[in-house]
């Protein structure tokens, strides 16, 4: 039986007997408690929704957008199939997102498992597989029509890329889903050819509803202009000439809502924060997997049975039953009381890209020069772009105009307007002060005189082994352990 839900963003939404018994899954579920924007909900009182909400939007837009170019261009054969594939990827695509969103696996992983190239959509994938072995679905999903494991294949390709070694040994089409013939379906959900795709409809529109941010992108407007073309021996997507400028406005869309809420300077000190609580419970919060095996945070992502028993909530409670977590607890409530870590500043990088190596040198310099303790600044790096970092976001676009419909033609900025931005990306690097403690006045003098006399263009990668040294000297002075400094600037 279809169900219906009262999306507050879609309105009423039916969704197909299949998608409602995957939602009423434990696995699914957890998606209630995932946070979708991370720390921004102690910035902005309405961001409250979470990745539950937003996957069911995603599930209805991909049906929406597979049944509009089903209507509009029957000679692509679309089936019954593809678009329930295309709904179940759209549904199941954040499955794998860690407490928080992208706290999780940005900032915590990185830290806790460095050298762990991990992200979310290959928990996704990983998540989709046990939900549907634990709930034994695949005589469900049979039932509904499903090929197995072809369709299986193509759900999971749809939201986390190819699954075999054919892209990686440069094979011409590395998917085993569907062939070349429907390669425009794997831009629905997850556009990875230029970021165009129902993901982002939905959290634009979601997330600006949440923050109280005006949206002026119109997704359906998008849905009525899209077609499908031959471009480079591929069929894709591509939307009229006469729609290059809003989708440029969509770009920018994009980049205002990093800069207002994902970036908020605040937002980012709380998300830093929660992130360095997370490092303190590691290694005592233990969470049973499969057969009986105990896991910790950072380890929880091998084993799905037991990562899915990973929750913000969950975490938050526990930190209050265990003595070892009382450096954790602190952190914890210096968010509630609202002591945040404070933020000095930010250096004037011009127009140098800053890399994870330099930035921690500048505050690791910083420290070194005011003898402060190694341990109590930290930095961040924030990135603003239209979505392809520095490069035109419609550069990978193609377009058709009305004369020909059918014909895939790319458009030059030129051809756009000469008003277009010349940056298409902004890195910026905030210093925070974390130790409550310091003289926060004496911290912000002393940033800014350094910054006045130190240029950050001269901070350059090639400055590590000096670094080095100047880092052992002043460990031996300061009788602090070598290691946690190297470990701070990461170098």
């Known amino acids: 039986m279809r169900?219906?839900?009262?999306?507050?963003?879609?309105?009423?939404?039916?969704?197909?007997?299949?998608?409602?018994?995957?939602?009423d899954t434990p696995q699914f579920q957890r998606l209630r408690n995932i946070k979708q924007l991370g720390g921004a909900y102690y910035v902005y009182p309405g961001a409250s929704h979470n990745r539950f909400e937003h996957s069911i939007g995603v599930a209805y837009l991909a049906g929406e957008f597979a049944q509009a170019l089903r209507t509009r261009q029957p000679e692509l054969d679309i089936t019954d199939r593809d678009v329930l594939c295309v709904k179940i990827a759209g549904l199941c695509h954040d499955l794998g997102h860690g407490p928080f969103s992208h706290l999780f696996d940005g900032m915590f992983i990185p830290k806790a498992r460095p050298g762990e190239n991990w992200r979310?959509?290959?928990?996704?994938?990983?998540?989709?597989?046990?939900?549907?072995?634990?709930?034994?679905?695949?005589?469900?999903?049979?039932?509904?029509?499903?090929v197995l494991p072809q369709d299986l294949n193509f759900i999971k390709e749809m939201i986390g890329g190819s699954l075999g070694p054919n892209e990686a040994q440069g094979e011409e089409w590395p998917y085993e889903g569907r062939g070349q013939d429907k390669s425009f379906l794997y831009e629905i959900v997850a556009n990875k050819r230029n970021g165009i795709d129902v993901d982002k409809f939905d959290y634009f529109a979601r997330d600006c509803h949440h923050l109280g941010i005006r949206n002026n992108f119109d997704h359906q407007r998008f849905f009525l202009f899209a077609r499908v073309c031959e471009a480079g021996g591929l069929k894709q997507i591509c939307s009229r000439d006469k729609e290059v400028h809003n989708l440029y406005d969509m770009f920018h869309a994009r980049s205002c809502l990093y800069r207002k809420a994902y970036q908020h300077p605040v937002n980012k000190i709380i998300e830093h924060m929660i992130a360095?609580?997370?490092?303190?419970?590691d290694k005592h919060i233990q969470i049973e997997g499969s057969e009986g095996n105990m896991y910790n945070l950072?380890?929880?992502?091998?084993?799905?049975?037991?990562?899915?028993?990973?929750?913000?909530?969950?975490?938050?409670?526990?930190?209050?039953?265990?003595?070892?977590?009382?450096?954790?607890?602190?952190?914890?409530?210096?968010?509630?009381?609202?002591?945040?870590?404070?933020?000095?500043?930010?250096?004037?990088?011009?127009?140098?890209?800053?890399t994870e190596v330099c930035t921690n040198v500048f505050v690791c310099l910083y420290c070194i020069k005011h003898l402060?303790?190694?341990?109590?600044?930290?930095?961040?790096?924030?990135?603003?772009?239209?979505?392809?970092?520095?490069?035109?976001?419609?550069?990978?676009?193609?377009?058709?105009?009305?004369?020909a419909p059918d014909r895939a033609i790319p458009i030059s900025r030129e051809q756009v307007s000469r008003l277009l931005p010349q940056n298409f990306s902004e890195h910026i690097i905030r210093v925070y002060l974390k130790n409550e403690d310091r003289n926060l006045a004496a911290a912000k003098r002393h940033f800014v005189q350094w910054c006045e006399t130190h240029p950050f263009q001269v901070l350059e990668v090639t400055f590590r082994s000096t670094?080095?040294?100047i880092v052992?000297?002043?460990?031996?002075?300061?009788?602090?352990?070598?290691?946690?400094?190297?470990?701070?600037?990461?170098?």
Do not use: W
């Open 120 to 146: 979310h959509e290959q928990a996704s994938v990983e998540i989709f597989d046990h939900l549907v072995n634990d709930n034994n679905l695949r005589p469900v999903m049979e039932e509904h029509q499903l």
């Open 298 to 354: 950072s380890t929880a992502i091998d084993d799905m049975e037991a990562y899915t028993k990973l929750t913000g909530q969950q975490i938050l409670i526990r930190a209050g039953e265990h003595p070892e977590l009382e450096e954790a607890r602190r952190i914890l409530q210096r968010i509630i009381d609202r002591n945040f870590y404070k933020y000095l500043g930010r250096p004037d990088t011009g127009n140098e890209r800053p």
């Open 372 to 403: 402060l303790d190694m341990l109590t600044s930290d930095c961040g790096v924030t990135t603003v772009d239209y979505g392809n970092r520095e490069n035109d976001p419609i550069g990978n676009v193609n377009f058709y105009n009305k004369y």
């Open 276 to 281: 360095d609580a997370f490092l303190k419970a």
């Open 472 to 491: 052992h000297v002043l460990c031996e002075a300061l009788k602090l352990e070598v290691l946690l400094v190297i470990d701070f600037i990461k170098l």
């Open 467 to 469: 670094l080095l040294n």
């Open 3 to 23: 169900v219906v839900f009262n999306d507050p963003i879609h309105g009423h939404v039916e969704l197909h007997p299949l998608l409602v018994r995957i939602i």
